[in-house]
Nanobody, 122 residues
Framework: QVQLVESGGGLVQAGGSLRLSCAASGRTFNRYSMGWFRRAPGKERAIVAAISWGAPNTYYADSVKGRFTISRDNAKNTVYLQMNSLKPEDTAVYYC???????????????WGQGTQVTVSS
């Protein structure tokens, strides 16, 4: 069982930056691929970025490429999402998720955090 707790959301003006963090429980964090998803008002949840469990490979949705960066610190059991050049359309609840152990970072995720709100004002 993996428990995930997100933090770092908030209100920011367009063009600004935020860094989301997701702390994971357990001693096997490095065996899990991690993803960030978001659900915007009136829309379905969608993947934003993902990072593999080993020799990290990353994936980004087209809408965030060049602006968002996903990273992980296995020593701290934490995955991050650095969000730069934020736009009003990035407004959503952001969720951290884990998939594994030893699963590809694209696919159905097994564990989810409670979500953190990101609001970008114009």
């Amino acid at each position: 069982q993996v428990q995930l707790v997100e933090s770092g959301g908030g209100l920011v003006q367009a063009g600004g930056s935020l860094r989301l963090s997701c702390a994971a429980s357990g001693r096997t964090f490095n065996r899990y691929s991690m993803g960030w998803f978001r659900r915007a008002p009136g829309k379905e949840r969608a993947i934003v970025a993902a990072i593999s469990w080993g020799a990290p490979n990353t994936y980004y949705a087209d809408s965030v490429k060049g602006r968002f960066t996903i990273s992980r610190d296995n020593a701290k059991n934490t995955v991050y999402l650095q969000m730069n050049s934020l736009k009003p359309e990035d407004t959503a609840v952001y969720y951290c998720a884990a998939r594994g152990p030893y699963k590809h970072y694209l696919g159905e995720y097994d564990y989810w955090g409670q979500g953190t709100q990101v609001t970008v004002s114009s």
